[in-house]
Nanobody, 122 residues
Framework: QVRLVESGGGSVQAGGSLRLSCAMS????????MGWFRQAPGKGREAVAV???????TYADFVQGRFTISQDKAENTLSLKMYSLLPEDTAMYYC????????????????WGQGTQVTVAS
């Protein structure tokens, strides 16, 4: 059984930083694409950063060098370090796993966490 549990969200001022973590069980880094997605109120879910089985990373254009996705293979966790946060980064952030292609499309991922809220005040 696959289980993804996010943690680390919260409220920060613009320019601040947060680190999100996703504890994974039932799925491992070498099997599938894994990534972070977000969904703001009234908007669709969008990819933030994705990492493939070889460790190659792809970021959404809006990241612009502000976020870093990483894996702790020993602990089977996925992290997202976010710096220089903007009010428009406010969203529910989700960890996802299980994609084998079309890795930037949410529908490609069968496994999702419950989400962690990130709120950036201006």
């Amino acid at each position: 059984q696959v289980r993804l549990v996010e943690s680390g969200g919260g409220s920060v001022q613009a320019g601040g930083s947060l680190r999100l973590s996703c504890a994974m069980s039932g799925v491992t880094y070498y099997e599938y694409y894994m990534g972070w997605f977000r969904q703001a109120p009234g908007k669709g879910r969008e990819a933030v950063a994705v990492i493939n089985q070889s460790g190659t990373v792809t970021y959404a254009d809006f990241v612009q060098g502000r976020f870093t996705i990483s894996q702790d293979k020993a602990e089977n966790t996925l992290s997202l370090k976010m710096y220089s946060l903007l009010p428009e980064d406010t969203a529910m952030y989700y960890c996802a796993a299980g994609a084998t292609d079309y890795f930037f499309l949410p529908r490609s991922y069968p496994y999702w966490g419950q989400g962690t809220q990130v709120t950036v005040a201006s």
